[in-house]
């Protein structure tokens, strides 16, 4: 998943009127405001009660749906491989909101303080906080990217990370 998809993506959907938040890989980026890997796919935290018309518009662009984990996950793809992994959201009225999780007495909460601003190719773009990013890589065994991921969040903002 490119740059450039990245951002074609987000303008079809912004097009759309879906709201939708960058995460992962091309989340910290966004937020450090350059690539500084290459990424499998793109992360998308979305309004769940706008799922119809993000699919809507990304059939239109030939993605598949290609695994569903609902409520917790899905992802799209299209032929040439690009995939999108999109993560639903119920939103509160504070502005804050939740993830169902593998564990339903569990859901992965997200503070209406993590929904910031990063810069993709120079384009502004909705993605998650670096404390939310930070939250998000814990709790598992880490991938080389993903400690990557971490160490560009430490030399940019200081900020504390478990790896």
């Not at 564990?103 to 910031?116: A, D, G, L, W």
């Not at 939310?132 to 990557?148: E, I, K, L, N, S």
Request: aromatic share 10%.
């Amino acid at each position: 998943m490119t740059a450039d998809d990245v951002v074609r993506v987000l303008a079809l959907l912004r097009r759309a009127q879906a709201d939708v938040w960058v995460g992962g890989g091309w989340g910290i980026d966004a937020l450090i405001g350059e690539q500084t890997r290459d990424h499998r796919d793109l992360d998308l935290m979305h309004r769940h009660d706008q799922e119809a018309a993000v699919l809507t518009v990304l059939s239109a662009e030939g993605f598949v749906e290609s695994l569903s984990w609902r409520p917790v996950r899905f992802v799209v793809q299209a032929s040439d491989g690009r995939e999108i992994d999109f993560h639903p959201l119920v939103f509160s009225a504070d502005g804050s909101a939740v993830q169902a999780s593998p564990e339903p007495q569990r859901p992965f909460v997200y503070p209406s303080s993590c929904f910031v601003t990063g810069t993709i190719q120079g384009t502004s773009v909705p993605c998650l906080s670096a404390e939310q990013q930070v939250y998000f890589h814990q709790g598992y065994d880490p991938t080389a990217r993903d400690r990557h991921d971490m160490a560009e969040l430490r030399r940019v903002f200081g900020i504390a990370t478990h790896f």
